[in-house]
């Protein structure tokens, strides 16, 4: 029987996610009508979480801050029946050069700056990118409940916390956190060591995982160790796969339910994520996988 799983995952009143999700990193094209069809692909192959950022725009050929999110709103504008097909996600926080702000007054500018540039009344997942530290938490969720209760947001999620300051913010919010946004990849398995998928799964909050092909370092090979490029070819000549399709399955296979983020700008590419949902891991087969990755036996 087979690791990976195919299942939506439930977030609660916001409804039931793909197990794949659509990020809008490299979502900087100003091609409204190759936009409008990026994120109908999306939709179409079941990817309903679109997740995006304030900051993204920055960086990968932006043209600055805001700018995805402003690309966004203007696919929205143009197909506005999009809008009630996704679980509409963003983030805030860092604010540069500063570069974190959580601060009551900042979040809820940050925020409000994000509806306006989206050009919505709600968003359904309201991320907190980076943690603040010089924020108390609960300075921070007397905002984001704010926020809830004037109906701009409709439930919360953190990226790239620690378990503890994840717990620290959802100890003072009246509402579940539930999302847990970590970097996780058959290159990069931290959070599996270092509590956060333990913590996802001791509360029920779903993690949502970026960059689950290594920034496409699992398909260009770079940096990879040679027995897990070994490891992974084999597994994919087995299936019939790429070695990319093997990486997306590797991700779902764990047992905190991940949902993986993928940002190809290729509908193609869209489409043949799912072919992750055929490929057959068992413990064999994973466990080959992190003793590759980590480049120890497990005791």
Known sequence: ???VNSSARNLGELGEIGPIAFGMWRFTSTDVD???ALVEAALDNGMNLIDTADVYGLDWNGTGFGTVEENLGAVLRQ???LRDRMVLATKGGIRPPVPYDSSPAGITA??????RRLGVETID?????????YTHPADLAAALSALRDAGKIRAVGVSNHTPAQTEALAAHLPFPVVTDQPEFSVMHLDPMRDGTFDACMRTGRIPIVWSPLAGGRVISGEGMPDALATALDAIA??????????ALAFVLAHPSAPVAIIGTQRP??????AAAFGVTLDRADVYTL??????VPLP
């Open 125 to 133: 997942l309201y991320q907190i990118h980076r943690p603040d530290m």
């Open 1 to 3: 029987m087979s690791l």
């Open 268 to 273: 193609e590419r869209i489409a043949a994520a």
């Open 79 to 81: 197909a506005p029946g």
């Open 237 to 246: 000549e087995r299936e019939g796969v790429d070695r990319a399709t093997v």
């Open 110 to 115: 940050a925020c409000e700056d994000s509806l």
């Open 34 to 36: 190759a936009s409008v």
């Open 290 to 295: 992190v003793q590759a990755s980590e480049g």
